[in-house]
T-cell receptor, first 114, second 112 residues
Framework: DGGITQSPKYLFRKEGQNVTLSCEQN?????MYWYRQDPGQGLRLIYY???????QKGDIAEGYSVSREKKESFPLTVTSAQKNPTAFYLC?????????????FGQGTRLTVV | SQQGEEDPQALSIQEGENATMNCSYK?????LQWYRQNSGRGLVHLIL???NEREKHSGRLRVTLDTSKKSSSLLITASRAADTASYFC????????????WGLGTSLAVNP
């Protein structure tokens, strides 16, 4: 089946640790996105990539890093510099970066700092 | 910054009733999209309506767009318990800003 897969579903991090969230898509989409969702809030854009080997900061990029070495993969690293990392993280993809068509979402990763 | 603002924030109805959710936005748009999110899951795309369209239908869903009022509505007819979810609107602004701007969502509860 074509789709977008995030792993793991749940992730626990100790303070001071970096963690990497995985996002893989087999939809042959050029554009990929990472969002953060907090309770009672909408989605906030962390990073996005419109093409392989290129990515841009979104609205809340501080404390996060990404890479886009392959078209199908867009991992997100939550670094120790992110002061409040506990949240629900959503990865999405779209055919291209114009967003003239819909975005497809993974099932999310819930990150908890312990 | 949030542009789409949905109202109501929460809606509770009985099965079989219709549910209407509204979304307002601030700037000119290329398109407006509605998504559904079940609790603890990812978002699922429902309908995309372009700025030159006024109404679209998909099954029990009807979306309208009024660009003069910068608003959109999502109507779910003959609701079912399985429609219980949060519904979000997202706007793709006109111009080169290639991001979706998200509202805070409407939480819909359909009671059996």
């Amino acid at each position: 089946d074509g789709g977008i897969t995030q792993s793991p579903k749940y992730l626990f991090r100790k303070e001071g640790q970096n963690v990497t969230l995985s996002c893989e898509q087999n939809l042959n989409h050029d554009a990929m996105y990472w969002y953060r969702q907090d309770p009672g809030q909408g989605l906030r854009l962390i990073y996005y990539s419109q093409i392989v080997n290129d990515f841009q900061k979104g609205d809340i990029a501080e404390g996060y890093s990404v890479s886009r070495e392959k078209k199908e993969s867009f991992p997100l690293t939550v670094t120790s510099a992110q002061k409040n990392p506990t949240a629900f993280y959503l990865c999405a993809s779209s055919i291209d970066g114009t967003l003239s068509t819909e975005a497809f979402f993974g099932q999310g990763t819930r990150l908890t700092v312990v | 910054s949030q542009q789409g603002e949905e109202d109501p924030q929460a809606l509770s109805i009985q099965e079989g009733e219709n549910a209407t959710m509204n979304c307002s936005y601030k700037t000119s748009i290329n398109n407006l999209q509605w998504y559904r999110q079940n609790s603890g899951r990812g978002l699922v795309h429902l309908i995309l309506i372009r700025s030159n369209e006024r109404e679209k239908h998909s099954g029990r869903l009807r979306v309208t767009l009024d660009t003069s009022k910068k608003s959109s509505s999502l109507l779910i007819t003959a609701s079912r318990a399985a429609d219980t979810a949060s519904y979000f609107c997202a706007t793709r602004n006109a111009g080169n800003n290639r991001k979706l701007i998200w509202g805070l969502g409407t939480s819909l509860a359909v009671n059996p």
